[in-house]
């Protein structure tokens, strides 16, 4: 909690300031992790989002080779 330095207390201003400045980088390096936690979800989230479409489109273009070597073959037992 930032102190603040209109306060009357027995610290000194520079006390005061190296207590505030403390605390701020306390309050980064929270959000910081917090920000780095989000981006690994997000992460996640995007790799089950496109491996789920790449085998959706796997599946169906093995599925058209599947029909293309159909008529191919019956092509070539004319």
Known sequence: ????????????TRELLQCNLEQLVS???TKRKRD????????KDLELLCSAAYSSMQAALYSL?????????????E
């Open 1 to 12: 909690m930032l102190v603040p330095l209109s306060e009357p207390s027995q610290l000194n």
């Open 27 to 29: 309050d980064i390096n």
């Open 36 to 43: 780095t936690t989000l981006l690994e979800d997000f992460k």
């Open 65 to 77: 080779y599947e029909q293309n070597s159909k008529v191919i073959n019956d092509k070539l037992e």
